[in-house]
T-cell receptor
Framework: GENVEQHPSTLSVQEGDSAVIKCTYS??????FPWYKQELGKGPQLIID?????GEKKDQRIAVTLNKTAKHFSLHITETQPEDSAVYFC????????????FGKGTKLSVKP | EPEVTQTPSHQVTQMGQEVILRCVPI?????FYWYRQILGQKVEFLVS????????KSEIFDDQFSVERPDGSNFTLKIRSTKLEDSAMYFC?????????????FGSGTQLSVL
């Protein structure tokens, strides 16, 4: 089955710096790659996603890149702010799956003012 | 903004008891899901549901688990005889589409504690 690895597990940056979180996956048939932000006591919130026919997608300070050949995708947050502090999860939807997102283990991002 | 709502936010139960976790998906969504997250671990898929039947389920979703859409708005997860290892945060999610345009929206979760 699909295996998703996420790194790093924790990341601390200064406000204004960039943060990058990386995920790798194993199933080459996977075709949908969302990123979720989870704040304390809340459910995962979809922040950006990318599909297998696109290499990069950007939404204001957040961007995601996908390398299908190498089977990895990354979340980039620029000009980080304290409110970006949260746990970020990557996820992969395997080809043919019906809502079975395979999540990474999460990255706890801390943005220091 | 429409959101998935879950009740209760916390549920404490004795081992062996039945629990029902409730969810109200986003109103125009047709696909419903349950996930769980054991403390400090990653979010895990339990089951997906469409057109009043299970579409897909994981190995975690054994005979002790069942799902139901009892009316036009609620989606429930029942655990028949809870075990200590069922303690986790349970998330309901819904999506308008499946496949190519699938975007899952999650509720805030129900923290289940089995004593």
């Amino acid at each position: 089955g699909e295996n998703v690895e996420q790194h790093p597990s924790t990341l601390s940056v200064q406000e204004g710096d960039s943060a990058v979180i990386k995920c790798t996956y194993s199933d080459s048939a996977s075709n949908y790659f969302p990123w979720y932000k989870q704040e304390l006591g809340k459910g995962p919130q979809l922040i950006i996603d990318i599909r297998s026919n696109v290499g990069e997608k950007k939404d204001q300070r957040i961007a995601v890149t996908l390398n299908k050949t190498a089977k990895h995708f990354s979340l980039h947050i620029t000009e980080t702010q304290p409110e970006d502090s949260a746990v970020y999860f990557c996820a992969v939807l395997s080809g043919g799956s019906q809502g079975n997102l395979i999540f990474g283990k999460g990255t706890k991002l801390s943005v220091k003012p | 903004e429409p959101e998935v709502t879950q009740t209760p936010s916390h549920q404490v139960t004795q081992m062996g008891q039945e629990v029902i976790l409730r969810c109200v998906p986003i109103s125009n969504h047709l696909y419903f899901y349950w996930y769980r997250q054991i403390l400090g671990q990653k979010v895990e898929f339990l089951v997906s549901f469409y057109n009043n039947e299970i579409s897909e389920k994981s190995e975690i979703f054994d005979d002790q688990f069942s799902v139901e859409r009892p009316d036009g708005s609620n989606f429930t997860l029942k655990i028949r005889s809870t075990k200590l290892e069922d303690s986790a945060m349970y998330f309901c999610a819904s999506s308008e589409f499946r496949g190519r345009d699938e975007k899952l929206f999650f509720g805030s979760g129900t923290q289940l504690s089995v004593l």
